[in-house]
């Protein structure tokens, strides 16, 4: 748990808990005994604290938040840290998060070598820094810098640490533990963080607040942040720190940090295969090829260039390359604009792109991926081709977001060279990759989807083939029912504001706008059989033609569409359909639990591997509020019960070929999980 090893006068305090150095109870126990005994012991004179492997610590243990209280709370040992009689030093390097930051703020003295970073995350898990954080950071760094790393939850790097106050002085990594000890041997005397007093700028908290008003407007942690900030400048610290540990027992024990912490545990559950050895080996990636030059193409292509891994793109016509490539520039130097990048690393990944016509070009790539339009014939004749010009040992995937990865790799004689990455749109941006196994999917080839897309900075999630695999099968229920409800009397925006009410950040119509109505369209402007038929016979193909269900202007914004409603009421007149008022809750059973009932379906059929994982797709697919967890976890949340009640009291609507999912009724009756 923790290792001691005496220099001369200066006790090293090593926390050594794998993998991240989490505080629980045992770390905790020993610490506060190391500390205790070194009061006593004539032999120490100066104290270390460090952390063993990557990092120094990342915070307390939060399995253990569901759990009564064991053993000496993390805030007691801190305050012992802080009250030694002998000067403590945090020397920390790779990252110091959470609890494992407040250790270091209850230290004396706190250096950080270059690379490391500092944080307080908490109020990602819906909670707020419980063990001094809110009330020790103020004193050292101000107001500003504490609201904002507080609230934010973003950590900092060690020269801002430096620059702000958080560490005295930056130490190499090279020699950590001897560095540390040779700047201990120059402390003669502790300095008590607690002593300080903040520097009461009141307006701070006014502006703060103004500023982060809508980012925090649904959340409770946030403002639990400021309010216990706040008790740093109008209480004494005991007084505040008391304060803190009654806001952290409120946030703990609330939904939203429940759901939050359930996001995080899933997130890394995701990254888990079923079934996959652990030491199943991956495939050497270093050339990547992708097919097809347009949003999806450029944007996957954008992923790989970013982590410095060459890109070879290719399309059918000079004037496709032209526009894609140009497009992935445009997106880096809009990058490089707002300062996310130098445009030295704008030209470093765009060096590393070759674009060409020639489909030869990928004989020597280790991944191809296929990114053109959803056509099963042309993906089939792309495979083909691929099949004969790849290397041996190339993983062949395709971006395909509905069709079935088992009939695509049937066309070539490597079917267990292929499977899916299905990214989401924009690309570069969303962070989610459905992993799609096909039913001859090789373990080692599905292992290097998992770790490549993690190398790329995405969170990958496990999907078997069905029409959709996941999260765009669990959007079928959801549309149709929009659609039908449109037809029955709803409006696009009462629809939508249910969704946005709830917390998405679009719903389901503005969804369809933004992505495009004329997905899946005939395009034949005289058959007009639907009222996506009509929409885009009248030329309003979604947000790219300033015209969907809604109007947009310049900026985007949508305004509802007078013409939209004259062509609703048409259809609905000519489907001989009577007009009625429709509730939000209709509206929430018919797009939010048909969704959960789709979700329970993909379980059943063992397309998804665990409730979780589904919940991970929403998260990062979609946006599905992190505060609210994820569908599945959800509906665990409201009542399946609930759920079940609602589909069933709208069945007859929802369709005749509707029905509720096996395991949902089963669990919702046995008051179970959806969670596997
Ligand atoms: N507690 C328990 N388990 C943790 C953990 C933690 N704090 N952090 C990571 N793990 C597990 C994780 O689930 C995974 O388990 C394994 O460690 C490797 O994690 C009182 C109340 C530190 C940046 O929010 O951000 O302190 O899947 O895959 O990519 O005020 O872990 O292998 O079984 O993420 O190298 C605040 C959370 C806690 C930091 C390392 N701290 N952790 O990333 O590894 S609340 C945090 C992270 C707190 C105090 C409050 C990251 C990391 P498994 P990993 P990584």
């Not at 400048?233 to 946030?251: H, I, K, S």
Request: aromatic share 6%; net charge negative; glycine share 10%.
């Amino acid at each position: 748990m923790i290792e001691t090893k005496l220099h001369d006068d200066v006790l090293e305090i090593v926390l050594a808990n794998a993998p991240v150095n989490a505080l629980g109870a045992g770390v905790r126990f020993a610490l506060s005994q190391a500390i205790e005994n070194a009061q006593t012991d004539v032999h120490v004179r100066v104290i270390v604290i460090r952390g063993a492997g990557k990092l120094f610590s990342g915070g307390a243990d939060i399995t253990e938040f569901d759990q009564p209280p064991t053993g000496c709370t993390l805030p007691a040992v801190i305050d012992a840290i802080e009250a030694s009689s002998k000067p403590v030093v945090a020397a920390i390097h790779g990252m110091a998060l959470g609890g494992g930051l407040e250790i270091a703020l209850g230290c004396h003295y706190r250096l950080a070598t270059r690379t490391a970073k500092l944080g307080l995350p908490e109020v990602s898990l819906g909670i707020l820094p419980g063990a001094g954080g809110t009330q020790r950071l103020p004193r050292l760094v101000g107001l500003e810098a504490a609201l904002d790393m507080i609230v934010s939850g973003s950590p900092v790097s060690a020269s801002k640490a430096l620059e702000i106050g958080l560490v005295n002085q930056l130490i190499d990594e090279q020699g950590l533990a001897a560095n540390a000890i040779a700047y201990a041997r120059t402390i003669d005397a502790p300095r008590r963080t607690r002593d300080r007093r903040v520097s009461s700028d009141a307006g701070a908290f006014e502006r703060f607040a103004a500023a982060n008003a809508r980012k925090i407007k649904d959340l409770d942690a946030p403002k639990a942040c400021i309010a216990a900030i706040k008790a740093s400048v109008d209480l004494p610290f005991d007084e505040g720190q008391a304060l803190e540990r009654e806001l952290f027992a409120e946030l703990v024990a609330g939904a939203q940090s429940t759901a939050l912490r359930h996001a995080f545990f899933a997130e890394r559950a995701a990254g888990k295969v079923l079934g996959l050895a652990k030491e199943t080996p991956r495939r050497p990636i270093t050339k990547i090829g992708v097919i097809g030059a347009g949003t999806m193409g450029g944007g996957i292509s954008m992923n790989f260039l970013s982590a410095g891994i060459g890109v070879t793109i290719v399309d059918m016509t000079g004037e496709a390359l032209e526009r894609g490539v140009g497009l992935m520039r445009a997106n880096y130097e809009a990058s490089a604009r707002k300062g996310r990048l130098s445009s030295e690393q704008v030209k470093e990944a765009m060096d590393l792109l070759t674009p060409t016509l020639d489909f030869d070009a990928l004989e020597d790539c280790d991944l191809i991926i296929e990114a053109v339009y959803e056509n099963m014939a042309v993906k089939k004749e792309i495979f083909a081709r691929l099949d004969d010009i790849a290397k041996p040992g190339a993983i062949l995937a395709s971006n395909t977001s509905y069709l079935s990865i088992d009939e695509i790799a049937s066309v070539t004689n490597r079917p267990a060279d292929v499977l899916g990455l299905h990214f989401f749109s924009p690309a570069n941006v969303m962070k989610l990759v459905e992993v799609v196994r096909g039913a001859k999917t090789a373990d080692d080839v599905l292992a290097t989807g998992m770790s490549i897309a993690r190398t790329i900075g995405k969170v990958p999630v496990v999907a078997r083939v069905c029409y959709g695999f996941i999260g765009n099968r669990m959007l079928i229920p959801r549309q149709d029912n929009a659609y039908a409800m449109l037809l029955e009397g709803a409006t696009p925006e009462q629809i939508d504001r249910v969704h946005t009410d709830f917390g998405m950040p679009m719903g389901p119509l503005q969804m369809i706008d933004l992505a495009g109505v004329d997905i899946g369209w005939h395009r034949d402007t005289d058959r007009v059989e639907s009222l996506q038929d009509a929409l885009c016979a009248a030329g309003r193909w979604g947000q790219k033609t300033k015209a969907g269900f809604y109007d947009y202007d310049d900026k985007r914004k949508p305004t509802p569409s007078p013409v939209v409603a004259e062509i609703i009421d048409d259809f609905r007149n000519r489907a001989g359909l009577k007009r009625r008022a429709i509730s939000d809750d209709e509206i929430v059973a018919r797009t939010l639990y048909t969704m959960v009932n789709e979700g329970a379906k993909i379980l059943e059929e063992d397309i998804a591997q665990r409730a979780s994982d589904i919940d991970v797709v929403w998260l990062y697919g979609y946006g599905w509020p992190r505060h609210k967890g994820g569908p599945m976890f959800w509906a665990d949340q409201i009542g399946l019960a609930t759920v079940v009640q609602g589909l069933e009291r709208y069945a007859a609507r929802i369709g005749e070929d509707f029905s509720i999912a096996s395991l949902l009724s089963r669990r919702a009756v046995d008051g179970g999980s959806l969670e596997k």
